[in-house]
């Protein structure tokens, strides 16, 4: 990451630590002159004195949530990435296959919940089941939308220097597709947050759903925002750490790195070809 990029970001994440620092100061001044009864909206350091009573044991419900997610996530991007390429090359699995994805895509997630608890049980399978599944459908659609949207003229070159289908996937296919993935590795990541959210609304024994869960059933308003504010901030590091992810976290320079990578590659291929073609013509 260059110097300017760097200054970029920093400047970025004090912009935001700036409006979130804001927006808890004017929560706070509210709450202190209009004095709304606790149960209905408690004051921020009312909800950060309650995090800072049990810290181990948000930490510890909050790490169940981020590994699921983290599972999850990562299931969608292995299976979804080999389905896309399945997708691709095979008419029978696109009939098939992405006509099941489509239809299982309309189906609320929440409703297949209950299912998976049912055959998983309560514990963290259930959850990094539900998580795979609300994500996989994103890793899937971008991934098969970059491999398509190849130039057709660079496959019908790789094609005339006699590159195969696996050549043709790793050396053009994959690098076009580069910037559409990480595009929806954004969108999954967050999907696959909630995904194990609503798989602990369910039924769990641990985890930030089960506070949320649990706090609501007793009136404990206070600990229902101290596990909402904690979503939250997992929910923007996570984001920020997807974005991290692309070259800087720009998909017009991925695209462009991508499509300058593969140009080169076929300036290659054909200064080979031409290369092999002068050398039988000097052996003959």
């Known amino acids: 990451m260059s110097e300017n990029e760097q200054s970029s970001s920093a400047a970025r994440a004090s912009h935001v630590g700036l409006v979130v620092f804001g927006f808890f100061v004017l929560w706070q001044v509210t709450v202190m002159v209009a004095k709304p009864p606790e149960y209905l909206l408690p004051a921020p350091s009312a909800i950060f004195s309650e995090m800072a009573s049990a810290p181990l044991w948000y930490m510890s419900n909050a790490m169940r949530t981020v590994g699921a997610t983290l599972l999850g996530f990562s ?15 095979s008419r029978v699995l696109e009939s098939t296959l992405f006509t099941l994805l489509i239809a299982l895509n309309s189906v609320p997630k929440v409703a297949l919940a209950p299912l998976f608890i049912i055959w998983m049980g309560t514990g963290l399978a259930s959850k990094v089941a539900i998580s795979f599944l609300i994500a996989l459908f994103v890793i899937v659609v971008d991934t098969v939308l970059g491999l398509r949207s190849v130039d057709p003229d660079a496959v019908d070159l790789f094609r005339s220097l006699r590159g195969g289908r696996l050549q043709t996937l790793l050396w053009l296919r994959a690098p076009n597709a580069l910037p559409h993935l990480f595009s929806g590795m954004k969108v999954a990541m967050s999907l696959a947050l909630v995904g194990a959210i609503a798989g602990e609304f369910v039924a769990s024994q641990a985890g930030l759903g089960y506070v949320i869960l649990a706090a609501q059933g007793n009136f404990q308003t206070t600990r229902v925002f101290a596990a909402i504010v904690l979503l939250g901030g997992i929910a923007f590091l996570i984001v920020r750490d997807a974005h991290r992810v692309a070259p800087a976290g720009d998909p017009e320079l991925i695209e462009a ?28």
Not at 75 to 89: K, M, Q, R, S, T
Not at 257 to 273: L, M, N
């Open 75 to 89: 299931a969608a991007l292995a299976v979804g990435c080999l389905a896309a390429v399945g997708i691709v090359y």
């Open 257 to 284: 790195r991508s499509r300058s990578d593969t140009a080169a590659r076929v300036r290659r291929r054909r200064a080979q070809a031409k290369a092999a073609r002068q050398q039988r013509k000097r052996n003959r």
